[in-house]
């Protein structure tokens, strides 16, 4: 089912993953940008307020300079002195610290004790609280904030005399317009990196998401066309998606061989089976056209459709062993057997069964062996081995087994002096359904599938099976087991059935 069909809406990856990054980066930039703002903004201002009290400082200085209340007179002839014929240098050194003052764009009022504006250098911004303590402080201007100090004068001779105040106001503009002009410029910082961080993460994880969207398409066209043999292409890199990748065309290979077995098994087991029935087929067609009244044909046809119905019960049943094999290592994972038992047993059974042959065992083991394997799953495979041994020898009627231990291994080997094999047959001999003769094969009632399942079931138990053969000349397997150290468990005691 699919999100869409989920009632959840299809976003992709990229697009989070840009809006994340978007969102990071602002969160990150925000934080920063307001610290650097806020810092700038704070030394701005307290630069304005520091302006306001060394203004506030040198002109009640100079205002204080009388012992009568401040009129306008008296401060137009503070501002303006007369020329004290101070010279330096041969420049006249007047100094009206007020006008300097206002032209820093600060507002001096003074006002009489009884709170009468005497004296202003602009516009005044706000009307003044008076009280006998000197303020400066931020308050809502007509535009905007200001900042605007306030002292009582008290004359330099007499300090209880109150002369005057002195209102010093700083319109702050100059600060405003930087404020504005920096809010400005980190707006446009801010939507620039959000824009930026946005498409770089988009095309980031345009670049580092690829393999994904291949590994999509793939399975995309996979589901609609399982017999499509198509892979992701390999990515050129070395990291998370790669091995991803990686694994998941190794995936698909098991996936395609596993398929190919199936249908190869599939077409196998038909044409195994086609043979027996168009044997019994045609048997029963004859008894039914002429042999129901001739006991010869009658019989002939009955053993014939019986040894075939024997053959077809055997190949069922070897089918279902080979299968099984496949699966001992989850089953059987646990069990363990004294290998040297069922050797001993299987030759024991075998020359009991096959009196004409010479069976030698060729033990070298001096105690007990014990291997990771199903007793009755090593007993089938040296059945299959002796059987084949006893099948396909020829003049020379004799078995040799031998019994020895490696590292940590054990050996088990099962020679004949028969026809053996040819060197290109040699691998081959253990593929499914695969005999070297088929009709002499078929002649001597093998399906083809006896070595194949031996070898699953030593593969299984992590072993190894091996063939030296030599036409002519008779075959020797080698059936390899790792050894288990510990004691043995539950001994079955089955023998050949
Ligand atoms: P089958 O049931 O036909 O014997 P196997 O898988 O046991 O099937 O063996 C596959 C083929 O390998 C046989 O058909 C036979 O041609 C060849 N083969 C197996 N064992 C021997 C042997 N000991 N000597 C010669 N040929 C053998």
Same mark, same amino acid.
């Given at each position: 089912?699919?999100?869409?069909?989920?009632?959840?809406?299809?976003?992709?990856?990229?697009?989070?993953?840009?809006?994340?990054?978007?969102?990071?980066?602002?969160?990150?930039?925000?934080?920063?940008?307001?610290?650097?703002?806020?810092?700038?903004?704070?030394?701005?201002?307290?630069?304005?307020?520091?302006?306001?009290?060394?203004?506030?400082?040198?002109?009640?200085?100079?205002?204080?300079?009388?012992?009568?209340?401040?009129?306008?007179?008296?401060?137009?002839?503070?501002?303006?002195?007369?020329?004290?014929?101070?010279?330096?240098?041969?420049?006249?050194?007047?100094?009206?610290?007020?006008?300097?003052?206002?032209?820093?764009?600060?507002?001096?009022?003074?006002?009489?004790?009884?709170?009468?504006?005497?004296?202003? /250098?602009? @516009?005044?911004?706000? =009307?003044?609280?008076?009280? &006998?303590? $000197?303020?400066? *402080?931020?308050?809502?201007?007509?535009?905007?904030?200001?900042?605007?100090?306030?002292?009582?004068?008290?004359?330099?001779?007499?300090?209880?005399?109150?002369?005057?105040?002195?209102?010093?106001?700083?319109?702050?503009?100059?600060?405003?317009?930087?404020?504005?002009?920096?809010?400005?410029?980190?707006?446009?910082?801010?939507?620039?990196?959000?824009?930026?961080?946005?498409?770089?993460?988009?095309?980031?994880?345009?670049?580092?998401?690829?393999?994904?969207?291949?590994?999509?398409? /793939?399975? @995309?066209?996979?589901? =609609?066309?399982?017999?499509? &043999?198509? $892979?992701?292409? *390999?990515?050129?890199?070395?990291?998370?998606?790669?091995?991803?990748?990686?694994?998941?065309?190794?995936?698909?290979?098991?996936?395609?061989?596993?398929?190919?077995?199936?249908?190869?098994?599939?077409?196998?087991?038909?044409?195994?089976?086609?043979?027996?029935?168009?044997?019994?087929?045609?048997?029963?067609?004859?008894?039914?056209?002429?042999?129901?009244?001739?006991?010869?044909?009658?019989?002939?046809?009955?053993?014939?459709?019986?040894?075939?119905?024997?053959?077809?019960?055997?190949?069922?049943?070897?089918?279902?062993?080979?299968?099984?094999?496949?699966?001992?290592?989850?089953?059987?994972?646990?069990?363990?057997?004294?290998?040297?038992?069922?050797v001993h047993?299987v030759y024991n059974?075998f020359k009991?069964?096959?009196?004409?042959?010479?069976f030698t065992l060729d033990d070298?083991?001096?105690?007990?062996?014990?291997?990771?394997?199903?007793?009755?799953?090593?007993?089938?495979?040296l059945?299959?081995l002796c059987?084949?041994a006893?099948?396909?020898?020829?003049?020379?009627?004799?078995v040799h087994m031998s019994l020895?231990?490696?590292?940590?291994?054990?050996?088990i080997g099962i020679q004949d002096?028969?026809?053996?094999?040819?060197?290109?047959?040699?691998?081959?001999?253990?593929?499914?359904?695969?005999?070297?003769?088929?009709?002499?094969?078929?002649?001597?009632?093998?399906?083809?599938?006896?070595?194949?399942?031996?070898?699953?079931?030593?593969?299984?138990?992590?072993?190894?099976?091996?063939?030296?053969?030599?036409?002519?000349?008779?075959?020797l397997f080698?059936i390899?087991?790792?050894?288990?150290?510990?004691?043995?468990?539950?001994?079955?005691?089955?023998?050949?059935?």
């Open positions: 089912m699919t999100d869409q069909e989920n009632g959840k809406r299809f976003f992709s990856l990229k697009l989070k993953w840009a809006l994340g990054t978007s969102i990071g980066s602002f969160i990150i930039f925000s934080i920063v940008v307001m610290a650097m703002f806020s810092a700038f903004t704070q030394n701005l201002l307290s630069s304005e307020r520091r302006l306001i009290n060394t203004g506030m400082d040198n002109i009640s200085r100079q205002l204080s300079n009388t012992d009568m209340v401040l009129t306008k007179q008296r401060i137009s002839n503070i501002i303006n002195p007369p020329s004290q014929g101070d010279f330096n240098d041969g420049v006249d050194f007047k100094r009206p610290i007020i006008q300097e003052l206002s032209d820093n764009h600060l507002i001096v009022n003074v006002y009489t004790p009884k709170h009468q504006l005497v004296f202003s /250098t602009g @516009k005044r911004l706000v =009307k003044p609280t008076f009280t &006998n303590q $000197r303020s400066v *402080k931020m308050t809502e201007g007509p535009k905007h904030k200001i900042i605007a100090g306030l002292m009582p004068i008290y004359s330099r001779h007499n300090h209880h005399l109150l002369i005057g105040y002195l209102q010093v106001e700083n319109d702050l503009n100059a600060y405003m317009a930087s404020y504005h002009q920096i809010q400005l410029v980190c707006f446009f910082a801010m939507c620039l990196v959000i824009l930026a961080s946005g498409l770089l993460g988009y095309f980031l994880s345009m670049f580092l998401l690829r393999p994904l969207g291949d590994i999509h398409d /793939t399975v @995309k066209a996979i589901s =609609k066309d399982p017999t499509k &043999n198509i $892979r992701v292409p *390999k990515v050129e890199r070395c990291d998370e998606l790669a091995e991803l990748t990686d694994m998941f065309n190794e995936m698909l290979d098991r996936m395609q061989r596993y398929i190919d077995q199936q249908t190869q098994f599939v077409g196998d087991v038909s044409h195994e089976l086609r043979t027996p029935v168009a044997i019994i087929q045609g048997h029963l067609e004859m008894l039914q056209r002429w042999g129901k009244d001739d006991p010869k044909v009658l019989d002939e046809s009955l053993n014939a459709a019986l040894v075939e119905t024997k053959r077809m019960k055997n190949l069922v049943q070897e089918m279902l062993d080979l299968s099984r094999a496949g699966q001992v290592d989850l089953n059987f994972r646990n069990e363990q057997t004294v290998v040297n038992d069922v047993q059974n009991m069964l096959y009196p004409e042959f010479t070298d083991l001096h105690s007990a062996i014990t291997a990771n394997i199903y007793r009755d799953h090593l007993e089938q495979v059945v299959i059987d084949n006893v099948k396909y020898s020829t003049d020379r009627k004799e020895s231990r490696g590292m940590n291994t054990v050996e002096f028969g026809e053996g094999i040819s060197p290109e047959n040699v691998q081959r001999v253990f593929d499914r359904f695969y005999r070297v003769d088929k009709a002499r094969s078929r002649k001597k009632g093998g399906n083809g599938l006896g070595l194949s399942i031996a070898k699953r079931l030593i593969e299984g138990y992590h072993g190894s099976i091996t063939l030296e053969s030599s036409l002519g000349a008779g075959s080698r390899i087991l790792p050894i288990v150290k510990t004691a043995p468990k539950n001994q079955s005691d089955k023998s050949i059935k």
